[in-house]
């Protein structure tokens, strides 16, 4: 009959065990903080929300915040972070297949849209760590990093989606991935300040798809030489 390794060797397996449940106990005080950053941010703005007000929306005290950050700054550089690569494998997960699609243009707005954020919350709280950060070197570095590591990876996904769908860029992916995150950003910030109005919402559409459009061309075709 098949033992367990657990029950052949029950020491090692306590150790394990005992181990891991620190780690795993820290994981999940971090992603409350950081849920309780995000609430805590968008409500009432980076500046204002504190240290106790946050560790309160989480069911902390302040040493479970300060045994995981510093300060807020560093609070917000992980939910940037969590945030960023949630969006990000959103993104990848829904441009893998372009060239099965009849317009891969098209498609990849279409699956743009379908991943990029809009809500008000992130809209809010990523505007507000900017207005801070132009106010402050230090954030201002930091959201510089984040921001450098966020488009380095665009970057690297537009091209692999580019080259997925058999389209060759008409100017380099980071110059489009810069421009697109403009577009989005402003259009988003622009449609969370203007929630009533249609246009504004209807709007990163077109001009996600003219901006694709121009950027992109169709590979020429293979030239064949008559045959003397």
Not at 61 to 90: H, I, M, N, P, Q
Not at 123 to 145: D, G, S
Not at 164 to 169: F, H, K, S, T, Y
Request: hydrophobic residues 45%; proline residues 5%; glycine residues 4%.
């Amino acid at each position: 009959m098949p033992t367990s390794d657990a029950h052949l060797y029950p020491i090692q397996s306590c150790i394990v065990s005992d181990v891991g449940r620190p780690r795993r106990r820290r994981e999940a005080t971090v992603e409350r903080l950081l849920d309780a950053a995000l609430s805590a941010f968008a409500e009432q703005g980076f500046a204002a929300a504190s240290v106790e007000d946050i560790c309160s929306r989480g069911g902390f005290t302040r040493g479970a915040f300060y045994s995981s950050f510093r300060t807020k700054d560093e609070l917000f550089a992980a939910l940037f972070d969590r945030e960023v690569r949630r969006e990000l494998a959103r993104l990848e997960e829904l441009l893998t297949g372009l060239a099965d699609e009849p317009d891969p243009v098209a498609a990849a707005v279409e699956r743009c849209l379908g991943a990029f954020r809009r809500d008000r919350t992130w809209t809010l709280v990523n505007t507000e760590y900017a207005l801070h950060a132009a106010r402050h070197p230090e954030a201002a570095a930091l959201l510089h990093r984040h921001r450098a590591g966020l488009h380095a990876q665009l970057t690297a996904l537009i091209d692999r989606a580019a080259a997925d769908a058999g389209v060759q860029l008409v100017l380099p992916a980071g110059q489009l991935a810069r421009t697109v995150s403009a577009l989005h950003d402003g259009l988003t910030l622009l449609q969370v300040s203007q929630p009533d109005d249609d246009e504004v919402a209807e709007l990163e559409r077109p001009a996600l798809l003219l901006l694709l459009r121009a950027a992109v061309t169709s590979p020429a075709p293979a030239t064949h030489l008559p045959e003397s």
